[in-house]
């Protein structure tokens, strides 16, 4: 697909900066509306295909996969125990890479981290700034929010609700699905409302059998609902439906475009309007503004390879960067007009900062398929999630919200579940022996929102582009610390249900930042001194400026949350579009 040239002379209708899950999105919305949009992107365009090579077998990688000798991939233990940005130590690795970037086939895609140093608090931040962003190799859980998570201070007191019920944003749910695609089994929940699904695949062996117990004990194991069109899309010339093969459980997405990723779902067909020109290579350093009118006028970059300064213009600015780039970038945005940062008169930019909470979780064996015939799960997007079950109907004691469980068992190409030491025939026998039997899980909980989780900007450091590095002041509370501690017993408690042999009980809390679900730092309200959005995630300072990603949260939920980034996006681009018409931005 090949890039149009940039018109600097000319006004743009809107202009967005980011092209992930939100800035596809826009780009889709807006130039279906007619609108000329401009799409700014940090990164380049890959090749995508030949970065993934699902079907490249380990033995025909010069490094069976792994990354190459002049890289290093960050462990949990240096994230711990080092400081961002990761100097000292590091000296023989020429490129650093966050812990998902550990395999050859992720080493482009992910960003090099002393380019994009940060500082603060640990964390593990994920970023990829290439086309299409971390959608190239998102994990495709897919799901909705419901009230429970709309209005959660209905029903615990805590934090704040959204200014929108799941009645304002269930038709742009469904119009994400039929666009985009998804699998999965309705199971008629009022906290984890059903998508319009399609195909969905089939759970093995040892998932029907912790359904089955897990039924009996009132709790939901259902199939993954993978953002993942089965049946494909007559609509989109770009995506392939799924067929179940290849590495699928890699740390990597979907070379076929069966998965949902923003160039092949979104921005290619946006393309194809004539109405959306791209830029790569184009790292945004501010959002520039009217001094007349205090609105938003365009977008100062710097382009990545030249390392030369541009300015364009616009009606209207789309911020997509992500939620911890798109704070960063708001920071960056200071002027006479707004001295703390653009859309900040609040002072909520940065803050009430939310993610997942992770790590407790086990693996167990079922004996009772020791010894079959393996299964083919290696192709399957995903294997099953475990809704949540806590703080519905009945108050737990010690604290408040929920989470939930993906997991998976069966056969795939790199044995799991077994920490079997050996070599030779007898070795390898037990491995073949043992293999489909293990089943694992994971948890996901949520993290509360709190103003006193926050980024701002380092004073100091700065990036490869001079632009201010983000500083970190967040960490995981007593409520999350709770929540784990019951995370790992009710893991353990339902896989001992299921007659599962226990093989390991994980109790460890990761790093923050390892669900790569961040959210809430320009979060939407009602009211404009607490909140830095309105329910169109339209800036209550400046009205022609847009935060479409996850920033504008309000709270984490426990469901990963690209699917309602990209149905809350439409909703705000419908509105944009419809303003924009009416000359009121």
């Known amino acids: 697909m090949a890039e149009s040239e940039v018109n600097l002379t000319k006004t743009y209708d ?19 509306h007619g ?7 940090a990164g380049k365009k890959l090749p995508i295909e030949k970065e993934l090579r699902s079907m490249e077998w380990p ?6 996969g792994q990354l190459p000798p002049d890289s290093h991939s960050l462990s949990f233990n240096e994230y711990t125990i080092r400081n961002p940005p990761y100097g000292p130590g590091f000296e023989k690795a020429k490129h650093l890479k966050s812990y998902i970037g550990s395999t050859d086939y992720l080493k482009n895609i992910v960003v090099d981290e002393r380019e994009n140093p940060f500082t603060g608090t640990n964390y593990a931040w994920v970023r990829a700034r290439c086309l299409g962003g971390k959608t190239n190799i998102w994990g495709r859980l897919a799901l909705r929010l419901s009230d429970y998570d709309f209005k959660a201070k209905d029903r615990d007191g805590y934090g704040e609700n959204w200014p929108i019920s799941y009645s304002d944003i269930a038709p742009y749910y469904d119009k994400v699905d039929l666009y985009l695609g998804i699998t999965g089994v309705k199971e008629n929940l009022p906290y984890l409302p059903d998508s319009i699904f399609q195909r969905p695949t089939k759970l093995n062996c040892a998932e029907v059998t912790l359904k089955e117990s897990l039924a009996k004990m009132g709790r939901v194991l259902t199939q993954y609902r993978a953002g993942v069109t089965s049946d494909g899309l007559k609509h989109n010339k770009y995506r392939s439906r799924c067929y179940g093969r290849g590495a699928c459980e890699r740390k990597g997405g979907c070379d076929i475009h069966a998965a949902f990723d ?33 609105k938003a006028s365009g977008v100062h970059f710097i382009d990545s390879q030249t390392m030369k300064d541009y300015t364009v213009h616009a009606k209207v600015v789309i911020v997509a960067a992500s939620t911890l780039e798109s704070a960063r970038l708001l920071l960056l945005s200071k002027s006479h007009l707004y001295p703390n940062g653009l859309a900040n008169s609040s002072g909520h930019v940065g803050h009430n900062f939310c993610e997942h909470i992770m790590g407790p979780g086990v693996a167990g064996r079922a004996k009772n398929l020791v010894g079959k015939p393996p299964t083919l799960d290696d192709g399957r997007p995903g294997g099953f999630y475990v809704t949540r079950f806590r703080n519905l109907a009945e108050k737990h004691p ?9 997991g998976g068992s069966g056969s795939t190409m790199f044995p799991r579940g077994t920490d079997a030491h050996g070599f030779g025939a007898a070795f390898k026998e037990e491995v073949r022996q043992n293999q489909g039997a293990f089943v694992g899980m994971g948890a996901f909980g949520e993290v509360l929102a709190r103003y006193e989780n926050y980024v701002d900007l380092d004073p100091v450091v700065k990036d490869k582009w001079g632009i201010p590095a983000l500083r970190f002041h967040y960490k995981f509370g007593d409520n999350e610390h709770r929540m784990a501690e019951d995370m790992k017993e009710t893991a353990q408690e339902m896989f001992e249900a299921a ?5 390991h009980v994980s109790s460890r809390v990761l790093t923050e930042g390892w669900s790569i679900h961040e959210l809430g730092t320009a979060r939407m309200g009602s009211d404009p001194k607490t909140s830095v959005l309105n329910q169109f995630q339209q800036s209550h300072d400046v009205k022609n400026l847009f935060v479409v990603d996850g920033s504008a949260f309000v709270n984490a939920s426990c469901q990963n949350p690209t699917w309602t980034i990209m149905s809350l996006c439409w909703r705000s681009c419908d509105y944009l579009a419809d303003e924009l018409k009416k000359g009121n931005l």
């Open 14 to 32: 809107a202009i967005v900066i980011g092209s992930g899950a939100a800035g596809g999105m826009a780009a889709h919305v807006l130039t279906s």
């Open 35 to 41: 609108l000329q949009v401009l799409m700014l992107e």
């Open 59 to 64: 033995y025909d990688n010069p490094y069976r």
């Open 262 to 294: 923003s160039p092949t779902g979104l921005i290619y067909p946006a393309m194809d309007t004539g109405n959306l020109t791209l830029r790569t290579n184009s790292v945004a350093r501010e959002i520039t503004v009217d001094p007349k009118t205090g």
């Open 398 to 406: 010690k604290f408040i919200r929920g989470y939930g469980f993906e």
């Open 499 to 503: 007659g599962f042999e226990i093989v």
